[in-house]
């Protein structure tokens, strides 16, 4: 049973978000609306798309708590995530002894900062009438699947060796026998749950973010004339390759 959930989960994870990723790609861009002051240059936008990823620059001009919360949550994320690769990669180089301990702070740390953002939509009037269920919903999901996380590190200690074996057995497609850890099923149903709805959700921004056009354009409508797609494809005239100059 638990097999089968997870080859739909993952199924479903692959699949929902390849082609939420196709689409962003395939959808038109039909105004120039890089939001300004924008760089200039193909180079440029790059660096503002990794600033973007890596420090989410624009949160930060917008708000300074929100920014705190988010991004701790986001960097913790991200070291736990490194630190779960020990369960998938067999051997496992000898470079993961150093993030060991930083994987532990990192949930303690990703555990606070949701507490921080689940407190903030409750509680800052503003947000709050604009949070949805979804909004609160997956503030939950991520909670859950931390303090499950949690428990096992801390209390529970769960069959590690049975539950590498299982994982690599999935991830390969060679199937798994369940292990039988009560709050491991649990943490890996959540995750499951997370990863089936993930392509219909806000957690796209993952992938949405490389393709907005406010971040991803570049500021030159003197320089290269814009031209609509959609404007291109009823032929109204003008090829995207024209260009105006001054
Ligand atoms: C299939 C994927 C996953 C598996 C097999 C898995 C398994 C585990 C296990 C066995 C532990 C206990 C750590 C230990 O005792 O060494 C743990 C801890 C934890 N998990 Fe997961 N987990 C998965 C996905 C996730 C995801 C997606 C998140 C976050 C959204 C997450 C968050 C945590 C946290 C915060 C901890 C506690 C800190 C730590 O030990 O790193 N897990 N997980």
New binding site residues.
């Given amino acids: 049973m638990l097999l089968l959930l997870a080859y739909m989960a993952l199924g479903i994870f692959v699949v929902g978000f390849g082609w939420r990723v196709w689409r962003y790609a395939n959808t038109p861009a039909p105004l120039k609306i890089p939001t300004t002051p924008a760089p200039t240059t193909t180079a440029g936008v790059t660096w503002r798309l990794f600033t973007e990823v890596a420090f989410f620059n624009s949160l930060f001009k917008g708000n300074k708590w929100t920014w705190l919360g988010g991004y701790l949550f986001h960097l913790a ?1 991200a070291v ?2 490194v ?2 690769l020990r ?1 998938f990669i067999e051997p496992l180089p000898h470079l993961f002894v150093y993030v060991e301990m930083a ?2 702070v990192a ?1 303690v740390a ?2 606070g900062a949701l507490l921080f953002l689940l407190v903030r939509r409750f509680l800052v009037a503003r947000i709050r009438f604009i949070s949805s269920m979804a909004d609160y919903l997956w503030l939950l999901l ?1 909670l859950a ?2 303090i499950t ?2 428990c ?2 801390f209390a529970a ?2 069959d ?1 060796i049975a ?1 590498k074996s299982a ?1 690599i057995g999935w991830v390969t497609l060679r199937g798994f026998v369940t292990p039988t850890d009560g709050l ?1 099923i649990l ?2 149903v959540l ?1 499951l749950l ?1 990863m089936a709805l993930f392509p219909f959700s806000k957690l796209m921004h993952l992938g949405g973010i490389f393709f907005s056009p406010t971040r991803n354009q570049t500021d030159n409508p003197r320089e290269v004339k814009h031209v609509n797609p959609w404007a291109e494809s009823v032929g109204a005239g003008f090829s995207a390759k024209e260009t105006s100059r001054g």
Avoid: A, N, S, T
Wanted: aromatic share 10%; net charge positive.
């Fill in positions: 994320l736990v995530l630190r779960h369960y994987g532990i949930g990703m555990v991520l699947i931390g996380g949690l096992m590190q200690r769960p590690i539950i994982m491991f943490h890996f995750v997370m």
